[in-house]
Antibody
Framework: QVQLVQSGAEVKETGDSVRVSCQASGYSFNSYAMHWVRQAPGQRLEWVGWVNTANGNTNYSPRLQGRVTITRDTSASTAYMELSTLRSEDTAVYYC???????????WGQGTLVTVSS | DIVMTQTPLSLSVTPGQPASISCKSSQSLLHSGSKTYLYWYLEKPGQPPQLLMYEISNRFSAVPDRFTGSGSGTDFTLKISRVEAEDVGVYYCMQSLQLPYTFGQGTKLEIK
């Protein structure tokens, strides 16, 4: 069925990097952009960035620019979000979500909890 | 960045009664091409957010017709005509007019 399946929870230390994957199935991966959204405890949803799955172009939140990298592997129908130089405030559930020609975020991954401890 | 402000932040509603959530944006969400990029999502407990409404007032697939979206420019409202137990969760508005996309603080709906 149509779904996005993310990698499992991660526990990291301050200064580490983390990579979260998001595998798409049931639809044409290249036909939808892939975005990443995160939610820190008690905070609102925050847009992280996106990748054009057809050509690999990216755009990132200015707040995370320089620390976040989003890539994709079209042969595996998988998008990746890497966040470096982790801080405690990066502790959050990270979601991937697709954007198509009509709808924004009509399909979400199940979420990946990233915990950063000092 | 466009700031999205929701009110109230929490609601406690008796089943069968109506509920209303307001969302205001710091600038108009009307695009030159006439679309307004205002979306509503519901985050049910233990689940990722799910799309409810797109472009102000269009219900997404399988969303019950007790949900209605309205508004224009910078002021928007999501109404539930008769709240049911399955409607509990946190409701978010989001703008996708310009990057970075931004969300409201969320409105938590509880059942009395």
């Amino acid at each position: 069925q149509v779904q996005l399946v993310q990698s499992g929870a991660e526990v990291k230390e301050t200064g580490d990097s983390v990579r979260v994957s998001c595998q798409a199935s049931g639809y044409s991966f290249n036909s939808y952009a892939m975005h990443w959204v995160r939610q820190a405890p008690g905070q609102r949803l925050e847009w992280v960035g996106w990748v054009n799955t057809a050509n690999g172009n990216t755009n990132y939140s200015p707040r995370l620019q320089g620390r976040v990298t989003i890539t994709r592997d079209t042969s595996a129908s998988t998008a990746y979000m890497e966040l470096s130089t982790l801080r405690s405030e990066d502790t959050a559930v990270y979601y991937c979500a697709r954007v198509g020609p009509i709808y924004y975020f009509d399909l979400w991954g199940q979420g990946t909890l990233v915990t950063v401890s000092s | 960045d466009i700031v999205m402000t929701q009110t109230p932040l929490s609601l406690s509603v008796t089943p069968g009664q109506p509920a209303s959530i307001s969302c205001k944006s710091s600038q108009s969400l009307l695009h030159s091409g006439s679309k307004t990029y205002l979306y509503w999502y519901l985050e049910k407990p233990g689940q990722p957010p799910q799309l409810l409404m797109y472009e102000i007032s269009n219900r997404f697939s399988a969303v019950p017709d007790r949900f209605t979206g309205s508004g224009s420019g910078t002021d928007f409202t999501l109404k539930i005509s008769r709240v049911e137990a399955e409607d509990v969760g946190v409701y978010y508005c989001m703008q996708s007019l310009q990057l970075p996309y931004t969300f409201g603080q969320g409105t938590k709906l509880e059942i009395k």
